[in-house]
């Protein structure tokens, strides 16, 4: 066990005694972040610190930490995705794949998961 897992180990029993220590749900939710990269996690954790004390600044500050990482992250993946497909796209019409089905099938694949990736954009914005 690396320790990494003795420290959410520790987390979770301290939780368990104590699960309305906004103070503990707070520093759990920052280990997610950090360590885990479990942005989902983290969120349920700080939501469940600003119910306990919603007058904290700092835990709304590290709300809007993680939903503008979520953010980066998104954009970050549908800009690599739109220069994978120009690049799919350049070396068809280069190499002279350009039925009709073939340019169709493409279109229809890269509007899905566009759609997607907009979807998930307005989630996280």
């Not at 280069?94 to 979807?119: A, E």
Request: hydrophobic letters at 40%; one cysteine or more.
């Amino acid at each position: 066990m690396n320790t990494i897992e003795k420290m959410e180990n520790e987390y979770m029993k301290a939780l368990k005694t104590n699960p309305c220590n906004a103070s503990l749900n707070n520093d759990y939710a920052v280990f997610l972040y950090k360590y885990k990269h479990d942005y989902a996690a983290a969120l349920m954790y700080l939501n469940r610190a600003v119910k306990f004390n919603p007058a904290n600044s700092v835990y709304i500050s590290n709300i809007n930490k993680i939903l503008r990482t979520q953010k980066t992250n998104t954009r970050r993946r549908y800009y690599i995705f739109s220069f994978v497909v120009a690049a799919v796209m350049l070396w068809i019409g280069y190499n002279g794949y350009t039925n009709f089905m073939n340019i169709f099938s493409l279109f229809v694949l890269i509007q899905i998961v566009l759609n997607y990736q907009n979807n998930l954009y307005k989630i996280y914005s």
